[in-house]
C-alpha cells in the first residue's frame, strides 16, 4: 500500500524557482562569476592613490606661495622665479643632476651584471646553484634600513679606499638594484628553452655566439623592463642614498625633497617633485615602446630558431 501526498502548489508559482534569498547569496558568492565589486575597488583605489599626486602637481603650477590655497596658474616655481624656482636654484638643480646621473651609471652597470648572473644562475646546474640563487634574492627580502646601514659600515671600516658620496652611493645602488634585474631575467629565461642556444650551436655557431645571436635577442625584453625597473628604483631611492651621502655635492633628490619640506617648504618641492615624476614617467614609457618594438622582432627571430632546429633534428 502506497500513500501519495499532494503538494498544493500556488497557481501561477514555479516549484523549481530558488528563492530569493538563494538567489542574493549566489549573486554574492559566486567566485566564477562576473567580478560585481572589482571596477568600484579599483576606481576607489585609483582615487586614493592618484589623487593627492595630482594636488601636488597643481600646486607646482600655483603663482603664489602657499600650497593649499591656489593663487593662479604660474611657471614661477620651475622657470621664472630669480631665486627660488628650479631652474635657478643651485641647490635643487645639484639634487636633480646627482639623482640623473646616479640613475643613470646605476641602470648601465647594474643591467648587464644582472643579465649575466641570470643567464648563469638559469643555466648552472652544480652543486652551488641553489644556494647562489637563494644568496642573489637576499637583498630583496632585506629591509632597506638594514641595507643601508650594513653599506654605510662597509664603506666606513672595511673598504675605507672607497669614499662616501657619488661612488659609494653608486655602488650602494648597484648592489641593492642587481637582484631586480636577476628576477626579471630569470622570469624570461623560464620561458626561453636552452634547446635554441643548443640549435644554434649544432648548426656551427660557438656558444658566445649563441648567446649573443640567439639567447640575446630574445631576452630583449626582459632586458628593457629591467633597465626601466632599475632607473626607477635608483631615482626614487631615499634610505641608500641619505646613509652614503658627504654632504651637500651628493646630495639626491628624495634626500632634497624631505628635508626642504622640515624646514620652510614653498611649491619649488612641488615643482621638482613632478619633474622627477615625468622622468619616470618618461623611462617607463620608453621602456614600454621599445619593448613592444622587441617583442615583434623577438617573435620573428624566435620563429626562425625554431625551423633551424626542427631542420636539424
Known amino acids: 500500500m502506497t500513500v501519495e501526498t499532494e503538494t498544493r502548489v500556488a497557481p501561477g508559482r514555479d516549484v523549481t524557482a530558488p528563492s530569493r534569498a538563494a538567489r542574493v547569496r549566489g549573486w554574492l558568492a559566486n567566485p566564477w562569476g562576473r567580478p560585481r565589486w572589482l571596477a568600484a575597488f579599483t576606481v576607489a583605489y585609483l582615487v586614493w592613490a592618484l589623487a593627492p599626486v595630482l594636488i601636488a602637481i597643481q600646486f607646482s603650477f600655483n603663482g603664489g606661495r602657499s600650497r593649499s590655497s591656489w593663487q593662479g596658474f604660474s611657471l614661477r616655481w620651475y622657470v621664472t622665479d630669480p631665486s627660488l624656482s628650479v631652474l635657478n636654484d643651485p641647490s635643487l638643480r645639484a639634487a636633480l643632476s646627482q639623482s640623473l646621473k646616479i640613475a643613470v ?186 619593448l613592444r618594438r622587441s617583442r615583434r622582432r623577438s617573435g620573428e627571430h624566435g620563429s626562425a630558431v625554431e625551423d633551424l632546429a626542427q631542420f636539424d633534428m
Not at 210 to 219: H, I, N, S, T
Not at 243 to 253: H, M, N, P
Open 105 to 290: 651609471l646605476t641602470m648601465l652597470i647594474a643591467t648587464p651584471i644582472g643579465v649575466g648572473l641570470a643567464i648563469g644562475l638559469a643555466r648552472w646546474r652544480a652543486r652551488g646553484a641553489r644556494a647562489a640563487n637563494t644568496l642573489m634574492l637576499f637583498p630583496l627580502i632585506t629591509p632597506e634600513i638594514v641595507m643601508g646601514v650594513a653599506l654605510f659600515l662597509v664603506f666606513t671600516n672595511l673598504f675605507g679606499f672607497v669614499d662616501l658620496g657619488t661612488p659609494a652611493q653608486l655602488l650602494g645602488h648597484v648592489t641593492f638594484t642587481i637582484s631586480y634585474v636577476v628576477v626579471v631575467l630569470r622570469g624570461r629565461l623560464f620561458a626561453v628553452a636552452a634547446q635554441y642556444e643548443e640549435a644554434a650551436m649544432d648548426l656551427g655557431a660557438s656558444r658566445w655566439q649563441a648567446m649573443r645571436m640567439v639567447l640575446l635577442p630574445l631576452l630583449l625584453p626582459a632586458i628593457y623592463a629591467s633597465l626601466a625597473l632599475v632607473f626607477a628604483i635608483s631615482i626614487d631611492d631615499f634610505v641608500i642614498s641619505a646613509f652614503l651621502s658627504a654632504g651637500q655635492d651628493s646630495i639626491t633628490l628624495p634626500v632634497r625633497l624631505y628635508s626642504s619640506t622640515r624646514l620652510g617648504p614653498t611649491p619649488a618641492l612641488n615643482a621638482l617633485a613632478t619633474i622627477l615624476l615625468l622622468i619616470t614617467l618618461a623611462a617607463v614609457g620608453g621602456a614600454g615602446v621599445a
